[in-house]
């Protein structure tokens, strides 16, 4: 499925899970699985994925596949890197 119906100018995009599915090829109940183990927040509550949540799975994936990381090392991984970005936002803030 494409984009949400709903859609109007200046709304972010938002993806259902068979079309994240497809696009990051990674299986539903793969993805569902990372939803329920806490690597993949910032979905609307109502099934829908935004741009970040397709980047997120991109990583995950990324992680899982290259470093054979685990579901604890990858939530720590991606905690940190968040925690990395807000830091360098905050300085370049400061400029």
Do not use: C, W
Not at 70 to 87: D, F, Q, W, Y
């Amino acid at each position: 499925m494409n984009p949400s119906p709903e859609f109007e100018a200046g709304d972010p995009l938002t993806y259902d899970l068979e079309f994240v599915a497809e696009l990051t090829s990674i299986a539903s109940q793969t993805i569902l699985d990372y939803q329920e183990q806490g690597l993949l927040p910032g979905t609307d509550g109502h099934g829908g994925f935004d741009d970040e949540s397709v980047y997120t799975l991109r990583r995950i994936e990324h992680l899982r596949r290259t470093y054979e990381a685990n579901p604890s090392g990858i939530k720590l991984i991606l905690e940190l890197t968040a925690e990395v970005e807000r830091l360098r936002a905050a300085l370049r803030s400061q400029r």
